[in-house]
């Protein structure tokens, strides 16, 4: 039977793209978590839902041993690795963990494949569209790469160690641009909006919302758009080719305020907290999709406005549970 593997399945997009694979009742399908720790909740009720067709495996991507004895137990066909540090102010905090994660487990993975000898096997890796020099104009996969934050630089890093391994397995990349839906980390500016809002609405805090830089304009697109993206790509991919994940339409930070404030149910005053300001934050980060539109037929369907009502109402439902 064939196998599936998603490294980081119990996060943002890894959690998406295996409720996208799951109906798939004819392949086996394995994902990767992290071990529990006291911190981390071992089940979330989407993850209850997946029971019966969904193989749990709780592996540490640096115990290089471990990823290889996995590995040899599944010899997946397909990977996703979607594990990752994926925040970018939290990188200049921790730069070495960050790239201990997306490039030394990177490493780890593509080594373990070659070593089960699943040298066939043809591997998803999540990139960012931040490894592209800054510019106004929108991004192709062909615009030079000048990455200028430590999360960036690891992200490149994370796209040679896989790309150019030698021998196998096939490696493909998405480069994707911001992506946002339910069950994102509220460090991430859309997420912690409507988490506030939420909070806000219960009764669990002050009616305002502290904010950094809200001139920022992003490429944005539905998380369950961009797991399509991801799956169309492990399926019609080029090896070692690059492909941008995004919508081609940049919003501004305050316009996505704006529209969430628009659904709350109280009024709610904007702050601004200068702490909040990154040290480098590109003014405008937009894509061009051409190349997986016209390669592999996906685009971006999904309406900001949905986007956004699912989210605020994911908050408000965590909220509510306590």
Not at 103 to 130: D, K, M, N, Q, W
Not at 185 to 196: C, H, I, K, Q, V
């Amino acid at each position: 039977m064939p196998a599936t593997l998603i490294t980081g399945a119990a996060g943002f997009a890894g959690s998406h793209l295996l409720e996208l694979l799951a109906p798939r009742n004819a392949e086996r399908l394995v994902a990767w978590r992290r071990p529990p720790t006291a911190s981390r909740a071992p089940t979330a009720s989407w993850i209850d839902r997946l029971a019966s067709r969904v193989e749990w495996q709780d592996i540490d991507l640096l115990d290089k041993g471990g990823v290889e004895r996995a590995l040899e137990a599944v010899r997946p066909d397909v990977v996703y690795h979607c594990a990752g540090a994926a925040h970018v102010g939290r990188a200049w905090q921790s730069t070495e963990p960050t790239f201990a994660t997306n490039v030394r487990g990177t490493h780890y993975l593509i080594e373990g494949l070659r070593a089960a000898g699943c040298t066939g096997a043809r591997v998803v890796i999540p990139s960012s569209s931040l490894v592209y020099a800054a510019t106004d104009l929108p991004l192709s996969e062909d615009h030079p790469l000048l990455p200028a934050s430590p999360y960036a630089l690891s992200k490149l890093a994370q796209e040679l160690v896989g790309v150019e391994n030698s021998g196998g397995p096939s490696v493909l990349v998405a480069r994707a641009f911001n992506h946002i839906g339910p069950r994102q980390d509220p460090f991430f500016a859309a997420s912690g909006f409507a988490r506030r809002i939420a909070d806000i609405e219960a009764g669990r805090w002050k009616p305002d919302i502290q904010v950094g830089n809200l001139e920022t304009r992003r490429d944005l697109t539905d998380v369950r758009d961009t797991v399509r993206a991801y799956q169309a790509i492990a399926d019609r991919g080029r090896p070692g080719r690059a492909y941008n994940v995004c919508s081609g339409r940049a919003v501004a930070t305050r316009d996505v305020l704006d529209l969430l404030l628009a659904r709350a149910r109280v009024a709610i005053r904007i702050v601004t907290d200068p702490a909040r300001f990154r040290p480098n934050d590109q003014p405008l980060v937009v894509g061009d999709p051409a190349r997986i539109r016209t390669e592999l037929g996906w685009k971006a369907e999904i309406p900001l406005e949905r986007t956004l009502d699912d989210l605020l109402e994911y908050w408000r439902t965590r909220t509510a549970q306590g």
